[in-house]
Every structure is written in C-alpha cells, then in structure tokens.
C-alpha cells in the first residue's frame, strides 16, 4: 500500500535527471503491484451484505478482497466526494471525505481493497463503502464519508490506469427507471453505464448543464418517451456548457436515491458522445422564413423567425392571391386569429410568408393580435410549431398558445412601473377608450391647477352608458411592486352611476377575460361631493403570470342627474419595497406583548415605540393576536406584527423611525384599533431633518393628519402619504387622543410601514 508513493518518488527523479542532464541513465519505471488479490467479485460481495431501506451500515469481519477499476472522476468537479469501481460482475460506490481524489486515483486504475474490518451500508438509498455515522433524524446508522487516510489503509494500486478495463455497460432507460427491487438495484448501482441514442429535455443550444445557484436535474429520454434524471452539479467546470442538442450516447455512474428513484453522474461533459449539436430550428438559432417554407411538410418541428406583416382577411379559407392578406393597418385590422410573417417587414408577396394560427383564448391570441396591437405590424416575432401547410399557403401548425412557444421583439406596451398624474389636456400616450355603450367617453379636465380624467353622462344623447378607460399594459409578472394605487373624486353623487374596476387580459373590453377588484372608492351624499380619496395599495400578485391592463368603467342607465367621476395620480409597479418595510418582527424578541402592556419597545433597524404594546397578525382573534393585521407586506407569508399606541393623554405612545438615508419619495401604513371604546383612528405624522429624539424641539419639514372618526373596530385601514423630502429625515406617529381623557381610549396600532426611497 505504500508502494503508490514509491512510484510517484521514482517517476520525480525521472523528470528531473531527463530535464537537467540528458546524459544521465534513464532508471527504471517502478510499477506498483498489490501484495493481495480479490477473493470475492463485487456483485458478490454486494449481494452478501445487501439490506432493504434507506441507510444501514455493516461490518465485513472476514478475510475479504475486492477489486475494481476506478469508472469515477471529480476532476471536473460534477463527482463530490465520491470514488467508483467496477470489475466484470458489477460497480461499487465509495464515500471519502477528500477532494481532488482524482489526483491519487486515476480512471482506468486497479485497486484492491481490503474489506476486513471495513464497512458497507446504504446512504439515503445509495449502496456505498463508508464509515458508520448516526442519522439522528431517523435513528438509524448509515454509510457516511471516510477520510481519505482512512481508506489508503485498506487499499493497495495494482498496476497502472489502463482505460480499456473501463468499457461502460450499455443499458436501456427502461432496465432501471421503475425498478426499485434488490436484484436491479444490486445489478445497476454504482455501475458505468451507456444509454445510446437519447436526447435532452429541453435542450436548445442555450439551456445549460445546470443553474449557477444550485445542483440541478436534467432528464434525458429515449425514443420511447423513457426518461431519466442527471444531476449536474452547479460547481461542475462544465455547468454553464449548453447541453449537447440533439440525439447522442450518454454515458455516466448510475446511483440510486432514498426516493427509490435512479439518477445518473456524468463525469464530464465528455460523457456526451455524439451529439450532432445542429441548433436549428431551436431558439438560439431559429429558421428563417424562406428555410422554414423550404422544408414545409417534412414532419420538421421548431422555432421559426421572421416579421410580423399582416393577417389573413375575413372570409378567406385559403390564401390564393394578394388581397387574401391585410397587409397594412389603414384602419384597424379586422380579424385577432392569424399573424402573417415575413423575411423582412416590406414584404407583401405571400408565396415568401409564413401563415400561423392564434389560438383562441390562448396568451398567443391576448399578446400577440394586430386587431389589439398594430404596434406589432413590422416587428421580428419567434413561433415554435410544425412546419406545414396552413390554409393554403406555408404555415406553422401544432401551436399550443402558451407563453413558451412565442415570443416577441417588443412588449405589448407592457411596463413594469407606471405614474399617471392626467396633466394635460389630450388623454395620455397608451391610455385607450372604448364605449360599448352610448356616445359619453373619458376626457380631461382640471380645477385649480391639477390635472385629472372624467367620466360623466351628463349632455349624452344616447344612454344608457358602458364606458371604459383602459391603462397601457402593465408587466405584472416582472414589476417589483405587484400593486397599484389610485384616487377617486365624486361629483353630483348618484349611487345609479357605477364606476368599477377591472383587471383585463387584454385593451378590448368586448374579448377580455375581466377579473374585479374592489378598491376603496370616493363617496358623497346624493347630489354631494366628495375630496380625492386614495384607494390604498391594491394587491395584484395574484396576476404575476404575465401582463394585464387596468380598466375603469362607468355603466349608467338613463336619468335626470349624473355622477361626474374623477381620477388622478394612477400609480403602478417601481422597485420592490423588500428593504423599506418595518421590522416590529423584531421588537421584543418576536415575542408580542400584553394588549395593554405599556413599554418601550426597539427593533433591529432603530425604530423605537414609547408607551406600546407589541401585537401580532394571526388566523383569529386571541389577544393579543388580531387578524386584521394579517401578513407581512413584503410577499413572505409572516404575519406581521404592529405598534400598538396609548392614547391616553398622559402617556401618549409615540413611534420614532430609524433615519431614511437619502430620502424619501412615498410611505403607507396601515392601521387600526381593537377595542370597541375608540371613536375611529386619528393620528398626525411628522418628517424631521433632525432625530427628534436627540432634538425634541425640532421643527418638523412635513405634516400629515390622519382622521378616520368612520374607522371600525377589528378592521385594517391604509394610510398614503405623498412625503417627497430628497434629504436625510426621520418620521413620527403620535395618536392625536381625540377624547382628550387620561386612560386607555384612543389607542391604535400601526403595522407594515412601506417606503419608496427618493
């Protein structure tokens, strides 16, 4: 067992004396050879101590040999801490706590390895020599890591690496997969295998070994539809090598999880053998227009890229001559079910187009129509499909629709973050209206200088009324905020005249899929008005799978009177709120104080709440647990946890923040009270230049004044405030004590304060 050491001394002095003296004698290569030899193969060996479950460990207590050619490698980093062998009746896993084991044990080496008094049992499924090691969470010993000195001293080199003892076994996805019994597990674990002519899943010349965050599976298949899972390390050299496209052999170390599902180790990205690598039709190398019409009708099946130049025309059932495509938008195109494209966006010959279907109701149909979107006309677009023909003319077929089979060189107007004041005195750009009904639409108007958009029946001739104003698309899915706000005035109120807000799959109220929100809305007296309310945030996550627009719409029958409605500051998106959001969480260890437990309390980021309590959002009400505090604003399911103020005039609770650095563009909270002697929430905010902590005769930069005598009982309300100070400052919430009375009355809780920094 030493004699590895020997070898590599006598190979040095080789070099050296070559390098330095070409005169010099060359010596002798010294070759290892082991002193013992295998008295038992490894599918016996194997089968003698094989148990059933997951982890077990077992000692080998005779006069017992083993041996095997090393089929592992973690040169390139995919093979962790593991070392494989195989001789002619099997393979065999080893778990040694080293790395570079390569360096020592080389593909194609023979090694012998005394077992006497050595170890083999299972490692969450995976039949291994190890050394014993406690699992605690199943009570149970399993095969852990050796160290590599461990395992030198049961091992002897025979021999150099000879790679043709190494000739992986060729199998079959279907021997393993769905084969969890002991004589395939006994057959296959361990071993290196080839699996021939099989493909990648979702390789397409760009799609990489694996992700850069972690260890990740990709499948491979088989003719037959046969697939099995490759894991490939996120710290392999080859990770971010795009798979290998198209049918090959793969060769690696099959394995089996404590899941009873089999995987499979490359070694390299070598293991790959093959591969015609031809990107072709695949996204990162999409056919042409005039390569996608030359092979039309041949079973081909791919990506196609071209440019977006019309749709066919209404009653047309097969293309025969120019006027069956509209080719340019003189008014509006009339039909949403087809594209037409082309090798370049002049082209109006359609024997050099591609005709394509869009699926109704399909995200193929909402984003990509030029009835809805004749900003599209001329832009490139990639289609996946089949390429055959398509009412009567070259065509792409067999497309589903779904949003990973299309794509676009340009949103649909989408945006990830959207503020709309409505100055001016035309409707803003991307802003759409649409009657359905009746000849009264939004228009713009101001009063004392702000600009904002109206609706209103009044002078229309032709009731009743189905009005929409419709917002550009809006990019929820990829928007940091997933919420929006908005303010509402009313004038000459009449509850008849209903303003209601929708989000919409598309701009056309008449094809749409409508979801209704409920925002909070202005309200006055009949015939009254009201000032401009704001709506709070209003959640939209539940839309984060693609992009929707927003429409408001006014429905009215006919009558003697109508509602003027009024909108302004229309705000979508911006940058996630993640790191501008209150850590009350971390106020009094987490732990949530009496409902009237008056104290100090201080979080981890420097807010401080004078004479408070500490309450916590829950499922129900078990002070001081309340639901309407409900979750953490900042998209974890945590339930969020608030400042509870005293009112009490004596001892009013007072929240102080921490410094917001560098400013601060926007901040919202919500509120509340819990105990039925309140007359409604009011409270002021202050913004200092200074801690007024350290300066309580500050002067505050800014104040706002919250006063909802209407507040309920148990029930969660937001304030917004516009703050915009583009300088260092400091907020405080102090309760404004309405009732003016030396006890408990008055008090509230504030909870999930959010910032917009400047």
Same mark, same amino acid.
């Given at each position: 067992?030493?004699?590895?050491?020997?070898?590599?001394?006598?190979?040095?002095?080789?070099?050296?004396?070559?390098?330095?003296?070409?005169?010099?004698?060359?010596?002798?290569?010294?070759?290892?050879?082991?002193?013992?030899?295998?008295?038992?193969?490894?599918?016996?060996?194997?089968?003698? =101590?094989?148990?059933?479950?997951? /982890?077990?460990?077992?000692?080998?207590?005779?006069?017992?040999?083993?041996?095997?050619?090393?089929?592992?490698?973690?040169?390139?980093?995919?093979?962790?801490?593991?070392?494989?062998?195989?001789?002619?009746?099997?393979?065999?896993?080893?778990?040694?706590?080293?790395?570079?084991?390569?360096?020592? =044990?080389?593909?194609?080496?023979?090694?012998?390895?005394?077992?006497?008094?050595?170890?083999?049992?299972?490692?969450?499924?995976?039949?291994?020599?190890?050394?014993?090691?406690?699992?605690?969470?199943?009570?149970?010993?399993?095969? @852990?890591?050796?160290?590599?000195?461990?395992?030198?001293?049961?091992?002897?080199?025979? @021999?150099?690496?000879?790679?043709?003892?190494?000739?992986?076994?060729?199998?079959?996805?279907?021997?393993?997969?769905?084969?969890?019994?002991?004589?395939?597990?006994?057959?296959?674990?361990? +071993?290196?295998?080839?699996?021939?002519?099989?493909?990648?899943?979702?390789?397409?010349?760009?799609?990489?070994?694996?992700?850069?965050?972690?260890?990740?599976?990709?499948?491979?298949?088989?003719?037959?539809?046969?697939?099995?899972?490759?894991?490939?390390?996120?710290?392999?050299?080859?990770?971010?090598?795009?798979?290998?496209?198209?049918?090959?052999?793969?060769?690696?170390?099959?394995?089996?999880?404590?899941?009873?599902?089999?995987?499979?180790?490359?070694?390299?990205?070598?293991?790959?053998?093959?591969?015609?690598? #031809?990107?072709?039709?695949?996204?990162?190398?999409?056919?042409?227009?005039?390569?996608?019409?030359?092979?039309?009708?041949?079973?081909?099946?791919?990506?196609?890229?071209? =440019?977006?130049?019309?749709?066919?025309?209404?009653?047309?059932? !097969?293309?025969?001559? &120019?006027?069956?495509?509209?080719?340019?938008?003189?008014?509006?195109?009339?039909?949403?079910?087809?594209?037409?494209?082309?090798?370049?966006?002049?082209?109006?010959?359609?024997?050099?187009?591609?005709?394509?279907?869009?699926?109704?109701?399909?995200?193929?149909?909402?984003?990509?129509?030029?009835?809805?979107?004749?900003?599209?006309?001329?832009?490139?677009?990639?289609?996946?499909?089949?390429?055959?023909?398509?009412?009567?003319?070259?065509?792409?077929?067999? #497309?589903?629709?779904?949003?990973?089979?299309?794509?676009?060189?340009?949103?649909?107007?989408?945006?990830?973050?959207?503020?709309?004041?409505?100055?001016?005195?035309?409707?803003?750009?991307?802003?759409?209206?649409?009657?359905?009904?009746?000849?009264?639409?939004?228009?713009?108007?101001?009063?004392?200088?702000?600009?904002?958009?109206?609706?209103? @029946?009044?002078?229309?001739?032709?009731?009743?009324?189905?009005?929409?104003?419709?917002?550009?698309?809006?990019?929820?899915?990829?928007?940091?905020?997933?919420?929006?706000?908005?303010?509402?005035?009313?004038?000459?109120?009449?509850?008849?005249?209903?303003?209601?807000? &929708?989000?919409?799959?598309?701009?056309?109220?008449?094809?749409?899929?409508?979801?209704?929100?409920?925002?909070?809305?202005?309200?006055?007296?009949?015939?009254?008005?009201?000032?401009?309310?704001?709506?709070?945030?209003?959640?939209?996550?539940?839309?984060?799978?693609?992009?929707?627009?927003?429409?408001?719409? =006014?429905?009215?029958?006919?009558?003697?009177? &109508?509602?003027?409605?009024?909108?302004?500051?229309?705000?979508?998106?911006?940058?996630?709120?993640?790191?501008?959001?209150?850590?009350?969480?971390?106020?009094?260890?987490?732990?949530?104080?009496?409902?009237?437990?008056?104290?100090?309390?201080?979080?981890?980021?420097?807010?401080?709440?004078?004479?408070?309590?500490?309450?916590?959002?829950?499922?129900?009400?078990?002070?001081?647990?309340?639901?309407?505090?409900?979750?953490?604003?900042?998209?974890?399911?945590?339930?969020?946890?608030?400042?509870?103020?005293?009112? /009490?005039?004596?001892?009013?609770?007072?929240?102080?923040?921490?410094?917001?650095?560098?400013?601060?563009?926007?901040?919202?909270? /919500?509120?509340?009270?819990?105990?039925?002697?309140?007359?409604?929430?009011?409270?002021?905010?202050?913004? &200092? @230049?200074?801690?007024?902590?350290?300066?309580?005769?500050?002067?505050?930069?800014?104040?706002?004044?919250?006063?909802?005598?209407?507040?309920?009982?148990?029930?969660?309300?937001?304030?917004?405030?516009?703050?915009?100070?583009?300088?260092?400052?400091?907020? +405080?919430?102090?309760?404004?004590?309405?009732?003016?009375?030396?006890?408990?009355?008055?008090?509230?809780?504030?909870?999930?304060?959010?910032? !917009?920094?400047?």
């Amino acid at each position: 067992m030493k004699r590895f050491n020997l070898f590599l001394n006598a190979m040095l002095l080789l070099l050296v004396a070559v390098g330095c003296n070409e005169d010099f004698d060359t010596p002798p290569m010294v070759v290892p050879h082991a002193e013992h030899q295998a008295n038992m193969t490894i599918a016996d060996f194997k089968a003698k =101590y094989w148990q059933d479950g997951r /982890n077990f460990i077992d000692t080998c207590k005779e006069d017992t040999y083993i041996h095997g050619w090393v089929t592992s490698s973690d040169e390139e980093g995919n093979i962790y801490k593991h070392l494989y062998i195989q001789d002619e009746t099997g393979g065999l896993g080893i778990s040694i706590d080293a790395n570079s084991i390569c360096n020592t =044990y080389r593909v194609g080496q023979e090694i012998v390895i005394d077992m006497k008094d050595f170890w083999i049992g299972k490692y969450n499924g995976e039949y291994l020599i190890g050394k014993p090691e406690w699992y605690a969470a199943q009570s149970v010993w399993e095969a @852990g890591r050796m160290s590599l000195d461990l395992f030198k001293e049961h091992v002897e080199i025979n @021999g150099l690496p000879n790679l043709d003892k190494i000739a992986p076994v060729e199998i079959e996805i279907s021997d393993v997969v769905g084969h969890s019994d002991a004589e395939t597990q006994l057959m296959y674990q361990g +071993q290196f295998v080839i699996i021939r002519n099989v493909e990648w899943e979702g390789a397409d010349g760009s799609l990489t070994f694996s992700e850069s965050a972690s260890s990740t599976t990709r499948n491979i298949k088989d003719e037959d539809g046969n697939v099995l899972g490759v894991n490939n390390s996120n710290y392999a050299n080859f990770r971010g090598d795009p798979l290998p496209v198209g049918k090959g052999d793969v060769q690696g170390i099959l394995y089996m999880t404590g899941s009873d599902k089999w995987g499979l180790y490359l070694r390299d990205a070598n293991d790959c053998i093959g591969f015609d690598n #031809n990107t072709k039709g695949y996204p990162s190398d999409p056919w042409t227009v005039p390569e996608a019409i030359e092979l039309q009708n041949q079973g081909k099946k791919g990506w196609v890229t071209g =440019y977006i130049v019309g749709v066919i025309a209404p009653g047309v059932n !097969e293309v025969t001559k &120019y006027q069956d495509i509209e080719w340019t938008p003189d008014s509006m195109f009339t039909l949403d079910n087809t594209l037409v494209i082309a090798p370049s966006p002049s082209t109006r010959d359609y024997k050099q187009c591609i005709a394509i279907s869009l699926p109704q109701g399909s995200s193929f149909r909402r984003d990509a129509n030029l009835r809805d979107f004749p900003e599209l006309h001329g832009t490139q677009i990639w289609v996946k499909g089949t390429l055959a023909s398509f009412m009567g003319m070259a065509g792409i077929i067999d #497309n589903s629709g779904s949003v990973d089979e299309y794509k676009l060189s340009i949103m649909t107007g989408g945006v990830t973050e959207l503020i709309e004041p409505f100055e001016g005195s035309s409707i803003p750009e991307g802003w759409r209206t649409v009657n359905v009904k009746g000849d009264k639409s939004w228009y713009m108007a101001s009063f004392q200088d702000n600009g904002y958009i109206a609706v209103t @029946g009044y002078n229309g001739k032709q009731p009743p009324f189905d009005s929409w104003l419709i917002s550009p698309p809006l990019d929820i899915k990829n928007a940091g905020r997933k919420e929006m706000s908005f303010q509402t005035e009313v004038r000459y109120y009449r509850a008849t005249d209903v303003l209601e807000v &929708y989000v919409m799959s598309t701009n056309d109220p008449s094809t749409a899929e409508l979801v209704k929100l409920n925002p909070t809305l202005a309200t006055a007296e009949i015939g009254g008005q009201s000032d401009f309310i704001n709506t709070g945030t209003i959640d939209l996550s539940e839309f984060a799978d693609g992009t929707y627009c927003i429409g408001f719409r =006014y429905v009215s029958e006919q009558q003697a009177n &109508y509602t003027t409605w009024q909108l302004d500051n229309f705000k979508f998106g911006g940058k996630a709120l993640l790191q501008t959001i209150d850590d009350f969480e971390t106020m009094n260890g987490g732990e949530p104080t009496a409902q009237q437990g008056w104290t100090t309390l201080t979080s981890t980021k420097g807010w401080t709440a004078v004479n408070t309590a500490l309450l916590k959002g829950g499922a129900t009400d078990a002070p001081p647990i309340f639901s309407m505090i409900g979750k953490k604003a900042d998209g974890s399911d945590n339930w969020a946890y608030a400042a509870y103020l005293n009112g /009490n005039i004596n001892s009013r609770g007072l929240l102080t923040s921490p410094v917001f650095k560098g400013g601060i563009k926007s901040l919202s909270l /919500n509120y509340g009270y819990t105990l039925s002697e309140n007359n409604g929430v009011q409270f002021k905010v202050y913004f &200092y @230049g200074q801690d007024p902590r350290n300066n309580p005769n500050e002067t505050p930069i800014k104040t706002f004044t919250v006063n909802n005598k209407e507040a309920a009982q148990k029930t969660a309300y937001t304030a917004t405030f516009d703050v915009d100070i583009p300088n260092d400052c400091y907020m +405080q919430i102090i309760p404004s004590s309405p009732s003016n009375v030396a006890s408990n009355k008055d008090r509230f809780a504030v909870w999930n304060i959010v910032w !917009e920094k400047m």
